[in-house]
């Protein structure tokens, strides 16, 4: 079993910043790749950037210059640093981890309680 443990939501106003935190523990051999998820209600859920062991990062589209992901792999953590924030950025954003299990050989996807991210004047 994994356990994920997130931190750093709250309140912000436009234009501010936030830093979200993820730290995984458990029976984790090795972690594959680490990413935040968001939702807004009545939205679907939508990615908004992962990152590998390896330090490769994907983004999405909307977030592309505002955030930034990162990890310290000794620490099984990743971390979210958005800047910029736009109302539009509210929902409830979730860590994942997706740990490769060598026996059998297969991978196991792992997700954190949510955390709120509001921004609002």
């Known amino acids: 079993q994994v356990q994920l443990v997130e931190s750093g939501g709250g309140l912000v106003q436009p234009g501010g910043s936030l830093r979200l935190s993820c730290a995984a523990s458990g029976s984790i051999v090795s972690i594959s790749a680490m990413r935040w998820y968001r939702q807004a209600p009545g939205k679907q859920r939508e990615l908004v950037a992962e990152?590998?062991?390896?330090?490769?990062?994907n983004y999405a589209d909307s977030v592309k210059g505002s955030f930034t992901i990162s990890r310290d792999n000794a620490k099984n953590t990743v971390y979210l640093q958005m800047n910029s924030l736009k109302p539009e950025d509210t929902a409830v954003y979730y860590c994942n981890a997706q740990i490769f299990r060598i026996y059998p050989g297969v991978y196991e996807d792992y997700w954190g309680q949510g955390t709120q991210v509001t921004v609002s004047s």
């Open positions: 990152i590998t062991s390896r330090g490769a990062t």
